[in-house]
């Protein structure tokens, strides 16, 4: 999973995209809707995977959080998975 961060810069120009997964670890938004495009830019990136957007305000403390799932990922659910959770449940 790729964990991504949205936060303001300091000098008030715009969002920085923070990961350990881009290239230089961030990118730089400025213009006017800088927020969706940067986790516009987190999704398409990591469209492979799965990945967790948390976008913070200027303390740092987390305000959104998006979710982005790889559905080729998710298992499909057969009936003996669907037994076995219910014996579970009972």
Known sequence: MHIYEVRPRKD??????????LPFG???YGEPNAVSNAIGYAM?????????IHVCD???NVIETHVSLNLESIKP???KSLRFVQLLTN
């Open 12 to 21: 008030h120009r715009g969002v920085d995209l923070i990961s350990y997964i």
């Open 26 to 28: 961030h990118l730089w």
């Open 44 to 52: 398409h990136f990591s469209r492979a995977t799965d990945a967790m």
């Open 58 to 60: 200027e303390t740092g």
């Open 77 to 79: 659910v057969t009936f």
